[in-house]
Protein backbone atom coordinates (compact mmCIF):
# COMPACT_ATOMS: atom_id res chain seq x y z
CA UNK A 1 0.00 0.00 0.00
CA UNK A 2 1.59 3.51 -0.77
CA UNK A 3 0.02 6.74 1.06
CA UNK A 4 -0.96 9.84 -0.79
CA UNK A 5 -2.14 13.52 0.19
CA UNK A 6 -4.14 15.00 -2.46
CA UNK A 7 -4.79 18.82 -1.76
CA UNK A 8 -7.80 20.62 -3.97
CA UNK A 9 -5.04 22.82 -5.63
CA UNK A 10 -3.20 19.67 -6.62
CA UNK A 11 -6.70 17.81 -7.91
CA UNK A 12 -7.69 20.71 -10.13
CA UNK A 13 -4.21 20.98 -11.63
CA UNK A 14 -4.15 17.10 -12.45
CA UNK A 15 -5.77 17.52 -15.79
CA UNK A 16 -9.21 18.66 -14.11
CA UNK A 17 -9.24 15.66 -11.68
CA UNK A 18 -12.23 17.30 -9.84
CA UNK A 19 -14.45 17.95 -13.14
CA UNK A 20 -13.61 14.26 -14.70
CA UNK A 21 -13.77 12.26 -11.55
CA UNK A 22 -14.76 13.88 -8.27
CA UNK A 23 -17.81 15.60 -9.78
CA UNK A 24 -19.60 13.19 -11.85
CA UNK A 25 -19.23 10.74 -8.89
CA UNK A 26 -20.82 13.44 -6.64
CA UNK A 27 -23.86 12.68 -8.42
CA UNK A 28 -23.86 9.38 -6.99
CA UNK A 29 -23.10 10.47 -3.57
CA UNK A 30 -26.78 10.30 -1.86
CA UNK A 31 -27.13 6.37 -2.57
CA UNK A 32 -23.38 6.07 -1.83
CA UNK A 33 -22.39 7.89 0.99
CA UNK A 34 -25.48 9.36 2.85
CA UNK A 35 -23.73 10.41 5.74
CA UNK A 36 -21.01 12.23 4.09
CA UNK A 37 -22.64 13.69 1.28
CA UNK A 38 -22.87 17.42 2.21
CA UNK A 39 -19.26 17.22 3.44
CA UNK A 40 -17.36 16.65 0.21
CA UNK A 41 -17.34 20.43 -0.66
CA UNK A 42 -15.97 21.27 2.85
CA UNK A 43 -12.82 19.03 1.86
CA UNK A 44 -9.55 20.70 0.67
CA UNK A 45 -7.21 17.80 1.33
CA UNK A 46 -7.10 14.13 0.61
CA UNK A 47 -5.20 11.71 2.45
CA UNK A 48 -5.85 8.27 0.44
CA UNK A 49 -4.56 5.03 0.68
CA UNK A 50 -3.81 3.29 -2.50
CA UNK A 51 -3.51 -0.25 -3.73
CA UNK A 52 -0.52 -1.71 -6.22
CA UNK A 53 -2.53 -0.34 -8.86
CA UNK A 54 -2.70 3.17 -7.82
CA UNK A 55 -6.67 2.79 -7.10
CA UNK A 56 -7.83 4.08 -3.35
CA UNK A 57 -8.57 1.82 -1.10
CA UNK A 58 -9.55 4.24 1.96
CA UNK A 59 -9.59 7.76 1.89
CA UNK A 60 -9.58 10.63 4.72
CA UNK A 61 -11.32 13.94 3.98
CA UNK A 62 -10.20 17.14 5.82
CA UNK A 63 -11.66 20.99 5.87
CA UNK A 64 -10.28 24.07 6.16
CA UNK A 65 -9.66 24.00 10.02
CA UNK A 66 -7.63 20.51 9.59
CA UNK A 67 -10.85 18.88 11.14
CA UNK A 68 -11.09 15.05 10.06
CA UNK A 69 -14.89 15.58 8.42
CA UNK A 70 -15.30 12.30 6.17
CA UNK A 71 -13.98 8.58 5.99
CA UNK A 72 -14.51 5.78 3.45
CA UNK A 73 -15.20 3.20 3.40
CA UNK A 74 -17.17 3.17 6.40
CA UNK A 75 -20.31 2.36 7.42
CA UNK A 76 -23.27 3.11 5.11
CA UNK A 77 -20.79 5.20 2.93
CA UNK A 78 -18.38 3.42 0.06
CA UNK A 79 -16.36 6.91 -0.17
CA UNK A 80 -15.48 9.12 -3.07
CA UNK A 81 -12.32 8.40 -3.83
CA UNK A 82 -13.10 4.74 -3.48
CA UNK A 83 -16.25 4.36 -5.36
CA UNK A 84 -14.28 5.87 -8.82
CA UNK A 85 -12.77 4.17 -11.20
CA UNK A 86 -9.67 6.76 -10.68
CA UNK A 87 -5.91 5.12 -10.60
CA UNK A 88 -3.84 7.48 -9.39
CA UNK A 89 0.23 7.70 -9.82
CA UNK A 90 1.89 8.15 -6.09
CA UNK A 91 4.71 9.70 -7.48
CA UNK A 92 2.98 12.65 -8.87
CA UNK A 93 1.82 13.22 -5.15
CA UNK A 94 2.76 14.01 -1.70
CA UNK A 95 3.57 11.03 0.04
CA UNK A 96 2.23 9.79 3.63
CA UNK A 97 3.41 7.93 6.23
CA UNK A 98 1.03 4.80 6.92
CA UNK A 99 0.93 5.93 10.67
CA UNK A 100 -0.09 9.28 10.58
CA UNK A 101 -2.63 7.58 7.84
CA UNK A 102 -4.01 4.87 10.75
CA UNK A 103 -3.73 7.65 13.13
CA UNK A 104 -6.03 9.75 11.38
CA UNK A 105 -8.52 7.12 10.57
CA UNK A 106 -8.19 5.93 14.03
CA UNK A 107 -8.88 9.46 15.29
CA UNK A 108 -12.23 9.69 13.13
CA UNK A 109 -13.56 6.38 14.02
CA UNK A 110 -12.93 6.98 18.14
CA UNK A 111 -14.23 10.48 17.75
CA UNK A 112 -18.07 9.37 15.85
CA UNK A 113 -18.28 6.36 18.64
CA UNK A 114 -17.48 8.69 21.72
Do not use: C, H
Not at 83 to 103: G, I, K, N, T, W
Request: net charge negative; aromatic share 10%; glycine share 4%.
Amino acid sequence: MRYIIVNETKATQTEGLISKIVKPVLSLLPRANPDFERLYPNVVTWYLELNDNGKPTREIGIDALAEIIVIGPWRNNRGLWTDSPVALDPEQYVSLVRSDFERSWNKYIELSES
